[in-house]
């Protein structure tokens, strides 16, 4: 029996260099050109086709992108406030857990200090907040009222406390009346049938039920989503690999497939669709092509906007083996390839877990403790920008590739702003909607027209 793995965020703690890739802002003519990387100054022309448009998210001030605080973020970090409130984004913060303290120690008795400490930095900055609606207090999961043992964060609450768990859902809505949408649970923490090797998705779906109509008595206007499950995947063959979502990337968990079907049909509503997952594979701890594994992404977003008409948001997204031994400029690009893909197939939201690390060790952090913004924040800040719900997106020609071929650039592009990513280690050449671009190993560019 090999149950399936969730989200990287409890165990992610990556010790890499930071190494910056520099933005660096030039005039070409008639065009601003924005980079993370190095390069000329070409003047590209956005001729391209029309291919749709950036999804929309659930009413209201969605804004596509963003991040998820966790246990060290801008409330103890205040120097990182300023470049935070540089662009608007989604952000997200757990009720118990990932910097937040027990809510409700006791029955009926609150203690809102630490959340209400992360919800007025989120304010602080301009931010889009997101609340998702885990863990529960031990008192709802079988232990003693007035202690909190971190050990047993992701346990489910307990089918006798779901009641008291939707409540003190109303209340967190009742006392953070700014937030509109609310994820409910985390990757399907304590909903694990062993003796069936599959999702309980009776159980969360139980209790999502209850959560949403305990919502919608407070505001009928909030935005809930769920199942929020971990979309796992696999690169060779396994007896869980879904014969329906598959590709050169792989097969998806049919497991996680079906826990989103069966909540699908039993769900008493729902504003959208969150899940999670990584690009890489339950079977390798590394991809032969990461850029090519990005493709998950996009198949299973087309699979859930297939499967009901409503906005699929990625609640947390992940594209690096732990121990890579990738250079900044590596991740980074993937980063924003994986982006690029999400935008593609049309979903509607996608939110960077805020990866944890020592000073001047940490890659894929968002800010420096000095406060600095690093190009994974400039990446979620520049589409939040350029790509927000509702951008029209064209498909900029692609010609005369020297150094390689077509597939090796990662394009996006709307009649305001092109970002091409050079997903090899080598130097090219290219011609992009009528400029001409050379690009160094891993390059990310954004052009505006």
């Not at 010790?15 to 390069?39: C, D, E, K, P, T």
């Not at 008409?309 to 083996?321: N, Q």
Request: aromatic share 10%; proline share 8%; net charge negative.
């Amino acid at each position: 029996m090999v149950s399936p793995r969730r989200g990287r965020h409890g165990r992610r703690s990556p010790a890499w260099m930071i190494a910056l890739v520099a933005a660096l802002l030039g005039v070409a003519v008639s065009s601003a050109v924005l980079y993370f990387g190095r390069g000329s100054d070409p003047s590209a022309v956005l001729d391209g086709e029309p291919v749709g448009r950036i999804a929309a998210g659930p009413p209201g001030d969605w804004t596509a992108w963003g991040f998820t605080h966790t246990q060290n973020s801008l409330d103890a970090e205040p120097a990182a406030v300023p470049a935070v409130r540089a662009q608007p984004m989604l952000q997200a913060q757990h009720v118990m857990g990932f910097g937040a303290n027990n809510p409700q120690p006791d029955p009926g008795r609150y203690d809102w200090s630490s959340l209400d400490r992360r919800m007025k930095a989120i304010r602080d900055t301009g931010g889009v907040p997101v609340v998702t609606l885990c863990c529960a207090p031990d008192w709802m999961k079988g232990g003693p009222a007035g202690a909190t043992d971190w050990a047993h964060l992701e346990d489910a609450p307990l089918p006798e406390f779901h009641d008291a768990f939707a409540e003190q859902a109303a209340a967190v809505a009742r006392r953070y009346p700014d937030v509109r949408y609310f994820f409910v649970w985390n990757e399907f923490k304590g909903f694990f049938n062993r003796g069936q090797n599959r999702w309980d998705y009776e159980g969360y779906t139980r209790l999502y039920n209850k959560v949403y109509a305990a919502l919608k008595e407070v505001n009928p206007g909030l935005q809930v989503g769920g199942p929020y499950i971990p979309l796992n995947s696999y690169a060779d063959a396994h007896s869980e690999s879904s014969d329906e979502v598959k590709g050169p990337w792989g097969a998806a968990d049919r497991r996680g497939l079906e826990a989103v079907e069966y909540w699908l049909e039993h769900k008493d509503g729902a504003d959208f669709i969150v899940v999670d997952g990584s690009s890489l594979p339950e079977d390798r701890t590394s991809h032969g092509d990461e850029f090519a594994a990005n493709a998950k992404f996009g198949a299973l977003t087309r699979w859930l906007r297939a499967k009901e008409d409503l906005p699929v948001v990625w609640a947390e997204w992940y594209v690096e083996p732990e121990n890579s031994g990738w250079s900044a400029e590596r991740l980074h690009a993937v980063q924003a390839a994986a982006m690029i893909e999400f935008a593609r197939s049309g979903a509607a939201g996608a939110l960077y877990w805020s990866p944890q690390g020592s000073p001047g060790t940490c890659t894929g952090c968002l800010w420096s403790r000095e406060g600095r913004a690093l190009p994974s924040l400039e990446l979620q800040q520049n589409f939040a920008r350029w790509f927000p719900p509702g951008t029209e997106l064209v498909r900029p020609p692609v010609s005369d590739v020297s150094g390689g071929s077509a597939k090796d650039l990662k394009v996006l592009a709307s009649p305001e702003q092109l970002l091409v990513v050079n997903a090899t280690n080598r130097s090219l050449t290219a011609t992009v909607g009528g400029g001409r671009l050379s690009l160094q190993p891993y390059e990310i560019t954004w052009i505006a027209s």
